[in-house]
């Protein structure tokens, strides 16, 4: 066996390589001990990583490409997409490994989407008792969702309160900021900007991080002497 090397600056899988398990001299064990290397480690065969097969390469590829085109779908509906595609015989427990490997959730309404956050303040109500004698006095806007052929879309509606107009509206399936700003940017190019932007607190708490806090939507208002 060739001299062993012990100096502090070896690392363990450096001394690892130093065992010679065919020494017939020297037992690992004695090995071990000269190198200051614990056995365990000695004996430690890492897992090997397997390579991808072509057909779990296809399956995520088909996988990416239905979730992107569609996010709502979930394991049972993308089995079914994968079904279309001639991918038979996939599991519902490697559908689903797939799905956690790759990072892939279903997009959809879950409960408490109008549940208030706590931390922020609650602001009192300043349009009781306020007569809506004009058109572009004060809109209302707010957020809701609805069901479609191939998942759900979130729907924001802009109304004038003095003549019950649908004034702006836009779809999306994402509880973005663009599509709420796109609406108002429409609203406002086509009848001019109202005196007050209300909306109700359901829709204020879950806007909050999204919309309301918004830069772009703050200075939108700003620009157009909006009271929001």
């Given at each position: 066996m060739a001299q062993k090397k012990t100096r502090s600056s070896?690392?363990?899988?450096?001394?690892k390589e130093l065992i010679e398990a065919d020494n017939q001299k020297i037992t690992i064990k004695h090995q071990c001990e000269l190198l200051g290397l614990p056995r365990s480690t000695a004996y430690y065969?890492?897992?090997?990583?397997t390579e991808q097969s072509q057909e779990e390469i296809d399956i995520k590829n088909a996988l990416d490409k239905i979730h992107f085109d569609e996010c709502s779908y979930g394991a049972?509906?993308?089995q079914i997409e994968l079904r279309k595609l001639d991918f038979i015989g996939i599991g519902k427990r490697r559908l689903r490994r797939y799905m956690e490997e790759m990072g892939i959730v279903a997009f959809y309404p879950g409960p408490n989407l109008s549940k208030r956050d706590l931390q922020?303040?609650?602001?009192p109500y300043l349009l009781r008792n306020v007569a809506i004698t004009h058109v572009n006095q004060a809109w209302g806007i707010d957020i809701t969702y609805?069901?479609?052929?191939t998942g759900f879309m979130y729907l924001v509606a802009i109304i004038d309160w003095h003549s019950r107009?649908?004034?702006g509206w836009a779809m999306s399936n994402t509880m973005q900021s663009d599509f709420v700003i796109r609406a108002i940017e429409e609203a406002i190019k086509t009848h001019g900007a109202p005196e007050i932007m209300n909306s109700d607190y359901v829709e204020k708490e879950t806007m909050t991080k999204n919309v309301r806090k918004c830069s772009v939507t703050?200075?939108?208002f700003e620009k157009f002497g909006i009271v929001s």
């Open positions: 070896l690392r363990n899988p450096e001394k065969k890492g897992h090997s990583v049972r509906r993308l922020d303040r609650t602001y609805c069901g479609a052929p107009l649908i004034v703050k200075g939108l």
